[in-house]
């Protein structure tokens, strides 16, 4: 999941272009292929820099310069990661009564963010319309738009000014709306309240406190057994997302605003530092090298670890009445640890945009005018706990009351940092993620694993 939002502003510039990086894929493999894949890409962006607008054919936009627009009505499909919360088929049972004639399918892709991604590409490489509404990463949506693989969308006719407006501009590309926030996310530090109360600790704002916690709840009775920490540290794009969540939390960053790579710094150094150190003191479990998402949760829940990084999606999924989850009722959240004080999560969520091989348009805006609503927005927090990307929903105190986690969220959503935008993206955090991997299990050590990492993400930050 996505976790998780993220991002994907960015000025309207070439070097805008360059500083992306996200959920990526496997990168390609060498070749004519995947050459004249980046001449194309360069081209698609040179033509934009040139324009200062969105990529799009010469049918992309109306006479006065919007977004063309298509009456064609009909059945349509919403491609989404693999919905492990069970509830998008019942909002989606809601448009469709009310639209029998121009009903949504859901297809579901798998859980893995970077598997999701490769299947978007295919479909758009091979000109598909069997995805009609995609639903993106929002560090997607740059290359998506570069490469036209997405329509432009006519931005005035949503509310996005009821919306974060860092939200908002994870849809934008060269100051035109490709995609409409479905809802956003930040990270969090879900813990065993019960626990840290038996030992009279308030929730650790740094890693050194974190770490002195474990130590006392694990001389507790009720603590033997139990691990210290976990994020998501498979060689995916969670492991892009907790890097540099540790690097911003030390006081770095992996890209500038300038576009430039800097895993070169001492706070880059810190950050990769404080998670090596975790996996060889135990601070974080062996096994919590191959989690994913669901892979903490479930660890979580099964009362396994005191502390666990995971997106808010996790709130309602741990107070399960039904005998699945073993610490409903015991658990809270705050905001990241850091080096010297409370870290940074990076952005995350979900943003919906229209394939540009899709048909049945006019019924994909429209869902996607229903599917992006306050309404839906405040269903979705309620029965999945998933982040809103509405100001005003923050506020609202029955919400409060039912989620009084809710003001921690705001708080990590206002420091979120965002994932830098590159139309490379795929290459850009498989750079990241070879080195952080290496440095993890050992192969590396932490200078050589981000001195190759400031080579290679540069590269990819530079390739035309």
């Known amino acids: 999941m996505l976790d998780d939002q993220p991002v994907k502003g960015e000025e309207a510039t070439v070097s805008s272009l360059r500083m992306v990086f996200g959920v990526g894929q496997t990168p390609p493999g060498p070749g004519g292929a995947r050459q004249r894949r980046r001449a194309a890409a360069a081209i698609a962006a040179m033509v934009c820099a040139s324009l200062l607008a969105g990529c799009g054919d010469s049918g992309s936009g109306d006479s006065k310069g919007g977004p063309k627009k298509s009456n064609d009505r009909g059945p349509i499909t919403l491609a989404t990661g693999k919905d492990t919360t069970g509830t998008l088929q019942g909002q989606l049972d809601r448009w469709n009564k009310q639209h029998p004639s121009e009903k949504v399918t859901l297809v579901e892709l798998p859980e893995s963010a970077d598997q999701q991604r490769q299947q978007f590409i ?11 509404v995609l639903n993106l990463d929002p560090i997607w949506v740059a290359e998506f738009a570069a490469n036209q693989w997405i329509d432009e969308l006519p931005a005035k006719e949503f509310p996005l000014d009821k919306m974060i407006p860092a939200v908002v501009k994870t849809g934008d590309y060269f100051g035109k709306q490709y995609a409409i926030p479905f809802n956003t996310n930040a990270g969090l530090l879900f813990y065993r309240k019960d626990l840290l109360d038996k030992i009279g600790a308030e929730p650790p704002t740094t890693w050194a406190e974190m770490k002195q916690d474990c130590a006392k709840v694990q001389q507790l009775p009720e603590g033997k057994g139990i691990d210290c920490y976990a994020g998501q540290f498979d060689k995916y794009e969670g492991l892009t997302v907790n890097f540099s969540e540790a690097v911003a939390s030390a006081g770095g960053s992996v890209v500038d ?17 404080f998670l090596v150190d975790g996996f060889k003191d135990g601070t974080i479990p062996k096994q ?91 269903t979705n927090l309620k029965v999945t706990s998933a982040a809103p990307p509405y100001t005003d929903l923050y506020d609202d105190p029955a919400l409060r009351k039912q989620f009084p986690y809710l003001d921690t969220l705001k708080q990590s959503l206002a420091t979120a940092t965002p994932r830098p935008v590159v ?26 694993a981000l001195a190759d990492m400031q080579k290679n993400l540069s590269a990819a930050i530079s390739e035309k």
Do not use: C
């Open 122 to 132: 295919q479909n758009a490489q091979t000109k598909s319309d069997a995805y009609t």
């Open 257 to 273: 605003a300038k576009g430039k790579a800097t895993v070169d710094t001492d706070a880059a150094k810190k950050g990769l530092q």
């Open 288 to 378: 919590a090298a191959t989690y994913e998402e669901e892979d903490g949760r479930r660890a979580f829940q099964a009362g396994k670890l005191l502390f666990h990084r995971q997106w808010p999606y996790q709130w309602t999924l741990a107070n399960a009445k039904d005998g699945s989850s073993k610490v409903a009722g015991k658990f809270a959240v705050a905001p990241l640890p850091g080096l010297s004080g409370p870290g940074r999560s990076s952005l995350g969520g979900l943003d919906l945009a229209i394939s540009k091989f899709a048909k049945n348009k006019a019924t994909a805006l429209d869902f996607i005018k229903f599917f992006s609503d306050e309404e839906n927005a405040r």
């Open 423 to 448: 139309v490379h993206y795929g290459d850009a955090t498989a750079a990241i993620q070879e080195s952080a991997a290496a440095a993890l299990n050992g192969s590396k050590s932490v200078d050589d």
